[in-house]
């Protein structure tokens, strides 16, 4: 037989959120803990060696495995590798110490921080004699002892009449364990704000299933889906989400033939809160999750959101409320979505050069009077659902769409805006902004070839994406505007 492999262990703390309950509140919360943690580990590949000791979790993990994963289950604290343990005796602790860490400090200032965890009477030693005498044996070898911003500090936890030695606690998300507070859909658009607000109540221990309203075809599903498989390989552990992907095309056009262009977005928000609800009652979810921040868009004016949320008697979740897009952006940096979110394109094209800023409830209900909202059943009804977390989602990619050449006699069209069409444009393209490009493209000469390109190639393979269904020859050039400015030899 050949040698056993080595394992590390690492050691993982509560959340404040989690310490705080009372007894039988904590045991469930911990309970749910260990199940998302497994399936963090699982997940890996890695089979799970976990045991828990008072308010601390010991995890065994092949001496390779990537801790951060642990980092990212919601109900922890932080985490630290423990690079020793020893029987809880002062001579030992300081011997094994010295070893350690005399060459971590080694030119640097340090301290020494131990911490007693549980029975007491299980640790016959003090966390004082513990600090004094293994600073004293690492003094020599150091800089010096600075107790109020070390240069290095040496962490030990002394529990079950064992001591474990580790240089660093890696601050992990904390919240509450995904699951303890019920379940939610989230509206998820793509974009920043839907992401991070699913994410702030995931945090918060709400299992979501997302629901999509598709304004822009196979291409933007197609980047709505990236954006859900980041969430849910990444901060679902022990849940399986779905998303619900819903055709929106019906509604946009009963919204376009049969009420006013000023209040378009606010209809629109209502018909979006109404087949969220239609999920949420079905999956016995508590709530609806929305991206809304006050002032962001016309329809996030205060009084605007006040009218979108009579649409439902559903409670509206709106964790991003009164945040700034900056503070936004950069929650979508720190958890994964940032990248992705920005590549997807603002499809929707039911934008009114004087949208209804301050809407009056009655005036907006007597305009849903002129649709028919049967319509609703209809498209919930024909949804398509995708399980996430077994989602391959690179096969779901479009090559038919895409060109990486222009040809002799293609017709190209840039939909970028002015300002970038001015700086540069494919030799004799032609400009027309998406929306413009929408109406306009049915008129179109069915003989000729078009390229369509835009700043990152999803509105351009939106655009394809239609007019192939039209019967036009269309392709959207792949990457966007650097990529079909490296063709052109003037660039």
Same mark, same amino acid.
């Given at each position: 037989?050949?040698?056993?492999?080595?394992t590390?262990? &690492?050691?993982?703390?509560?959340?404040?959120?989690?310490?705080?309950?009372?007894?039988?509140?904590?045991?469930?919360?911990?309970?749910?803990?260990?199940?998302?943690?497994?399936?963090?580990i699982a997940?890996?590949?890695?089979?799970?060696? &976990?045991r828990? $000791?008072?308010?601390?979790?010991?995890?065994? !993990?092949?001496?390779?495995?990537?801790?951060?994963?642990?980092?990212?289950? +919601?109900?922890?604290?932080?985490?630290?590798?423990?690079y020793?343990?020893?029987?809880?005796?002062?001579?030992?602790?300081?011997?094994t110490?010295?070893?350690? +860490?005399?060459? =971590?400090?080694?030119?640097? /200032?340090?301290?020494v921080?131990?911490?007693?965890v549980?029975?007491?009477?299980?640790?016959?030693?003090?966390?004082?004699?513990?600090?004094?005498?293994?600073?004293?044996?690492?003094?020599?070898?150091? =800089?010096?002892?600075?107790?109020?911003?070390?240069?290095?500090?040496?962490?030990?936890?002394?529990?079950?009449?064992?001591? *474990?030695?580790?240089?660093?606690?890696?601050?992990?998300?904390?919240?509450?364990p995904?699951?303890?507070?019920?379940?939610?859909?989230?509206?998820?658009?793509?974009? +920043?704000?839907?992401?991070?607000?699913?994410?702030?109540?995931?945090?918060?221990? &709400? @299992?979501?299933? *997302?629901?999509?309203?598709?304004?822009?075809?196979?291409?933007?599903?197609?980047?709505v889906?990236?954006?859900?498989?980041?969430?849910?390989?990444?901060?679902?552990?022990?849940?399986?989400?779905?998303?619900?992907?819903?055709?929106?095309?019906?509604?946009?056009?009963?919204?376009?033939?049969?009420? $006013?262009?000023? *209040?378009?977005?606010?209809l629109?928000?209502?018909?979006? !809160?109404?087949?969220?609800?239609?999920?949420?009652?079905e999956?016995?979810a508590?709530?609806?999750?929305?991206?809304?921040?006050?002032?962001?868009?016309?329809?996030? /004016?205060?009084?605007?959101?006040?009218?979108? $949320?009579?649409? /439902?008697?559903?409670?509206?979740?709106?964790?991003?409320?009164?945040?700034?897009?900056?503070?936004?952006?950069?929650?979508a940096?720190?958890?994964?979505?940032?990248e992705?979110?920005k590549?997807?394109?603002? *499809?929707?094209?039911?934008? $009114?050069?004087?949208?209804?800023?301050g809407?009056?409830?009655e005036?907006?209900?007597?305009?849903?009077?002129?649709?028919?909202?049967?319509?609703?059943?209809?498209?919930?009804?024909?949804?398509?659902?995708?399980?996430?977390?077994? !989602?391959?989602?690179?096969?779901?990619?479009?090559?038919?769409?895409?060109?990486?050449?222009?040809?002799?006699?293609a017709?190209?069209?840039?939909?970028?805006?002015?300002?970038?069409?001015?700086?540069?444009?494919?030799p004799?393209?032609?400009?027309?902004? +998406?929306?413009?490009?929408?109406?306009?493209?049915?008129?179109?000469?069915?003989?000729?070839?078009?390229?369509?390109?835009?700043?990152?190639?999803?509105?351009? @393979?939106?655009?394809?994406?239609?007019?192939r269904?039209?019967?036009?020859?269309?392709?959207?050039?792949?990457?966007?505007?650097?990529?079909?400015?490296?063709t052109?030899?003037?660039?």
């Amino acid at each position: 037989m050949g040698d056993e492999p080595h394992t590390q262990l &690492v050691l993982l703390r509560f959340s404040g959120d989690i310490s705080i309950k009372a007894r039988a509140t904590r045991h469930q919360f911990v309970r749910r803990l260990l199940h998302n943690l497994r399936d963090a580990i699982a997940s890996q590949g890695i089979d799970p060696r &976990v045991r828990i $000791s008072h308010n601390r979790i010991f995890v065994e !993990l092949p001496e390779n495995a990537v801790v951060a994963p642990l980092t990212r289950v +919601f109900g922890i604290q932080s985490v630290s590798r423990i690079y020793e343990r020893t029987a809880a005796d002062l001579d030992e602790i300081v011997r094994t110490g010295e070893g350690l +860490f005399k060459d =971590k400090v080694r030119g640097k /200032t340090f301290a020494v921080r131990a911490r007693r965890v549980g029975n007491r009477a299980r640790v016959p030693v003090s966390t004082h004699d513990v600090e004094c005498q293994l600073g004293a044996a690492l003094l020599p070898h150091s =800089k010096g002892v600075d107790l109020s911003n070390p240069q290095f500090t040496a962490h030990l936890e002394l529990m079950d009449g064992e001591a *474990y030695f580790f240089p660093t606690r890696t601050p992990a998300y904390a919240g509450l364990p995904l699951g303890v507070e019920g379940r939610a859909v989230a509206l998820l658009s793509g974009g +920043f704000d839907s992401a991070v607000a699913a994410w702030q109540m995931l945090r918060r221990g &709400v @299992a979501i299933e *997302y629901v999509f309203c598709n304004l822009g075809g196979d291409t933007h599903q197609l980047g709505v889906l990236r954006v859900a498989k980041v969430l849910a390989d990444n901060w679902h552990y022990g849940h399986h989400p779905q998303l619900h992907a819903i055709d929106f095309e019906p509604l946009v056009e009963e919204l376009r033939t049969h009420t $006013s262009k000023r *209040y378009w977005q606010i209809l629109l928000k209502r018909m979006m !809160l109404r087949v969220a609800e239609r999920v949420a009652q079905e999956r016995r979810a508590a709530g609806i999750i929305t991206g809304d921040a006050v002032g962001q868009v016309s329809s996030q /004016t205060l009084q605007n959101l006040s009218v979108i $949320s009579r649409a /439902t008697s559903q409670m509206i979740l709106r964790p991003v409320v009164g945040k700034n897009k900056d503070e936004i952006i950069r929650m979508a940096e720190e958890i994964g979505t940032f990248e992705l979110s920005k590549l997807v394109g603002e *499809y929707c094209n039911l934008v $009114s050069k004087r949208p209804a800023t301050g809407a009056n409830l009655e005036v907006v209900e007597a305009e849903e009077d002129r649709m028919d909202l049967s319509i609703l059943d209809e498209v919930v009804s024909k949804r398509s659902i995708f399980d996430l977390r077994s !989602l391959n989602v690179d096969k779901l990619d479009l090559p038919e769409l895409e060109i990486t050449k222009v040809p002799d006699d293609a017709s190209v069209i840039d939909l970028r805006t002015r300002h970038q069409f001015d700086a540069w444009h494919y030799p004799n393209a032609l400009r027309l902004d +998406f929306a413009h490009a929408l109406q306009a493209y049915p008129s179109f000469d069915k003989s000729k070839t078009y390229i369509l390109y835009c700043e990152f190639g999803l509105m351009s @393979a939106h655009l394809a994406e239609l007019m192939r269904k039209a019967g036009f020859d269309a392709f959207h050039f792949k990457g966007g505007t650097r990529a079909i400015r490296k063709t052109d030899p003037g660039a």
